[in-house]
């Protein structure tokens, strides 16, 4: 290639740890996650922003990876679904997606996850219209969506009883 | 197919001034990248000819939103998420609010802005309409200096606008002082959440002693740019909102205003029906 671009010096902090890669600056964060830096638990499903597979946490709001180029991730605090959980313990909604049958297949579940945790951080105590828009943006064709619903439900009422 | 991702470029700007002597030096070369919502689509698909891109994400010019007792302006990085949280903007221009609300889905939401709204120039876009309603004002910013255009004349054509090469939208106004309105916004979709509109219909109008004394309709996805309704709004001044009569001229004045097509989203006869429909719920809002 006579033209185009090289590849840039990628540093930004991802769940807590500050990372470095090479990459080029238009390739998909969603890529660099998963191929540089081996966090494959981000998932690929549409590519084109509609179905939220890919759904992370960048400097705290939830995007999709697969729209962000990997140039605007330059310094940015990323959370994937391997930063969710604390140490050895689950968060609320990971246990409750587990005991509620939230999760099927799993192709939706960490973005669908990432969803409802940045969901409760916006809105601790969030009305069902709340938890439907908040999880509009992600798609699963297993579940037909009640049980992660009532994941999310049971997730804010055990963190209520445990406060 | 997938892009070849050497091929393209994407610089960060170190402030606006550099950005648009940047795209003033190499005329044409360089174009604004913000939230890529819609170009990172493209990219992926492999249908993004242009290569060369600044990234505009990071400029604080072109961020925030500033009220005044005229006018609140939006810098043209404003996410949605920032226009649906904004207590002034939902009590003085709920159809944008609505707009945004219903674009996309909460990630879409956080990275899509309404200068990438409107410089994407689809007819398809959703706060167009809302921005044509509310006589919205943009101010596009060059090496030479900046200047305002109204947002009414903005769009020329299918995806063609006044737009000219080392130009960017810097933000968007809107008037604050107009009389209390009551107003509507409806998109039709193939699902509530994260469908691109089959129709998007906003209106807004005032009833005077049980006449129509002001009205506004704007409607996207009807034509090959996001348009208002004159015609139709002409023949409803003065009447009475529940005039059955009324109503029927006012859809096919409406209808002749418009030129939906056939597309993977919807048909021309399904949304030119949905757009007479539309206009019937409204007059119902304004007579009720």
């Given at each position: ?91 609320a ?12 297949c ?58 | ?97 609505r ?12 990275r ?65 002082s ?8 409806r ?28 009205v ?34 006012a ?15 919807s ?22």
């Amino acid at each position: 290639m006579p033209e185009g671009a090289p590849k840039i010096r990628l540093s930004c902090v991802v769940n807590g740890t500050s990372v470095t890669c090479e990459a080029y600056p238009m390739a998909r964060l969603l890529d660099v996650l998963r191929e540089e830096l081996n966090l494959t638990g981000t998932k690929e499903g549409c590519g084109e922003g509609e179905c939220g597979a890919c759904a992370i946490e960048m400097d705290g709001t939830l995007v999709n990876s697969c729209l962000v180029p990997a140039l605007q991730a330059q310094g940015a605090k990323i959370r994937t679904i391997e930063g969710v959980a604390c140490g050895g313990s689950l968060h609320a909604v990971q246990q409750a997606f587990i005991t509620h049958g939230g999760a099927q297949c799993g192709i939706c579940t960490p973005g669908m996850i990432l969803a409802a945790v940045n969901l409760l951080a916006r809105f601790p105590q969030p009305s069902d219209a709340q938890i439907r828009d908040g999880l509009s943006g992600n798609l699963c064709r297993c579940t037909g969506y009640m049980k992660i619903f009532e994941s999310v439900v049971a997730a804010v009422r055990d963190t209520e009883t445990r406060a | 197919m997938r892009a070849f991702l050497p091929a393209y470029e994407l610089e960060t700007p170190r402030d606006l001034a550099a950005a648009v002597s940047r795209m003033a030096s190499e005329p044409g070369v360089w174009r604004a990248f913000a939230g890529g919502t819609d170009l990172m689509v493209l990219l992926e698909a492999g249908k993004l000819p242009h290569k060369k891109f600044l990234n505009i994400w990071d400029l604080a010019e072109l961020r925030g939103i500033a009220v005044s007792s005229e006018y609140v302006t939006l810098g043209a990085l404003t996410t949605y998420a920032e226009v649906r949280r904004h207590e002034i903007l939902a009590r003085e221009f709920p159809l944008l609010c609505r707009a945004a609300a219903e674009t996309g889905s909460v990630a879409t939401q956080n990275r899509g802005t309404l200068g990438g709204n409107i410089a994407n120039a689809s007819p398809a876009a959703d706060s167009p309409p809302a921005l044509l309603i509310y006589d919205a004002e943009i101010e596009i910013v060059s090496a030479g200096g900046a200047r305002w255009v109204p947002y009414t004349s903005f769009h020329t054509g299918y995806k063609k606008m006044n737009l000219q090469a080392g130009e960017l939208i810097r933000s968007i106004r809107l008037a604050r002082s107009r009389g209390a309105w009551k107003q509507y916004f409806r998109k039709v979709g193939t699902r509530r959440a994260q469908a691109i509109s089959k129709i998007c219909f906003a209106g807004a109008g005032r009833v005077e002693a049980g006449r129509i004394a002001e009205v506004r309709i704007a409607m996207g996805s009807v034509a090959p740019t996001v348009l208002r309704a004159v015609r139709a709004e002409e023949l409803l001044l003065g009447q009475r909102p529940e005039d059955a009569a009324v109503l029927l001229a006012a859809q096919d004045a409406l209808g002749a205003e418009i030129a939906p097509i056939d597309d993977m989203r919807s048909t021309g006869r399904y949304r030119r029906n949905v757009a007479r429909n539309l206009l019937a719920e409204f007059l119902e809002v304004l007579a009720s």
